[in-house]
């Protein structure tokens, strides 16, 4: 069983910036981060393949989120800048996928598949 344990979420105002980290205990090469806002469905923000570092990011946060990893401290960041209203979700660290490598960004985000989750970090922007 591999543990996942998010911190660095918090309140911010638009416009601003915060970076999350996901610290894994094991090596796993597909992870990523997801988020979940108030009556929405679960989507991916972004993803990456660790070997290679290879990075895919919903249309929604490209240019403004980064995702990154380090590979000694089996950690994974968001850094999010340029935050807006609607950036406001619990954001989850996922672990474990089988298509973050895909060149299509459809299977790279894709939600299902990832059977180790943290338990969530809440960010807040407000207007």
């Known amino acids: 069983q591999v543990q996942l344990v998010e911190s660095g979420g918090g309140s911010v105002q638009a416009g601003g910036s915060l970076r999350l980290s996901c610290a894994a205990s094991?090596?796993?090469?597909?992870m990523g981060w997801f988020r979940q806002g108030p009556g929405k469905e679960r989507e991916a923000v972004a993803t990456?393949?660790?070997?290679?570092?290879?990075?895919t990011y919903a249309d929604s946060v490209k240019g403004r989120f980064t995702i990154s990893r380090d590979i000694p401290k089996n950690t994974v960041y968001l850094q999010m800048n340029s935050l807006k209203p609607e950036d406001t979700a619990m954001y989850y660290c996922?672990?474990?996928?089988?298509?973050?490598?895909?060149?299509?960004?459809?299977?790279?985000?894709?939600?299902?598949?990832?059977?180790?989750w943290g338990q969530g970090t809440q960010v807040t922007v407000s207007s």
């Open positions: 990456i393949y660790r070997d290679i570092g290879s990075a």
């Open positions: 094991a090596y796993i090469n597909c």
């Open positions: 996922a672990a474990g996928g089988i298509t973050c490598w895909s060149a299509s960004t459809t299977d790279a985000l894709r939600v299902a598949g990832y059977p180790y």
